[in-house]
């Protein structure tokens, strides 16, 4: 069954292989973050469906914090483009796992360069525990 978590590993190793000279990090923000470092906060996923067949969406948000606050226009340029070519139309969660992306939303706040985009995931949910292949009786 994927999870929340898997689409946000799946968030930071396109990060990570995207930007290999930048630090990923999904943690406090406040604690973690450096200039120069991409931050992906966990989303709250929606869950919904009947108990055989999930559905889980919701937002994913990545925030990039340049390493000079005054000075990056350019650098913010060159980062949205990346992004872009890498989160385009789809991301990866595992091998036989895909998840369509719609549409990828760029703000800039406080001198910080968002990214956003919706997820949905919908899975059947396979049963666990062993199969009943004999049934044995035994009468009195």
Same mark, same amino acid.
């Given at each position: ?9 799946? #968030?930071?190793?396109? *990060?990570?292989?995207? =930007?290999? @000279?930048?630090?990923? %990090?999904?943690? $406090? ?49 060159? #980062?949205?483009?990346? *992004?872009?070519?890498? =989160?385009? @139309?789809?991301?990866? %969660?595992?091998? $036989? ?44």
């Amino acid at each position: 069954m994927i999870t929340t978590k898997d689409v946000v590993k799946a #968030v930071n190793a396109v *990060l990570k292989s995207t =930007f290999p @000279d930048r630090s990923v %990090v999904s943690t $406090d923000k406040d604690k973690a973050v450096k200039p120069g470092s991409f931050y992906v906060e966990y989303p709250v996923p929606i869950m919904d469906g009947p108990k055989d067949f999930k559905h889980e969406s919701g937002t994913i948000y990545i925030d990039y914090f340049p390493p000079d606050r005054y000075n990056n226009r350019l650098e913010f340029f060159n #980062v949205q483009e990346k *992004l872009r070519e890498a =989160f385009a @139309d789809t991301l990866t %969660v595992e091998e $036989d796992f895909v998840i369509p992306i719609n549409e990828l939303q760029f703000t800039e706040n406080d001198d910080v360069l968002i990214l956003q985009f919706d997820y949905e995931m919908w899975q059947y949910v396979e049963e666990t525990g062993p199969d009943m292949e004999e049934l044995v009786i035994k009468e009195e």
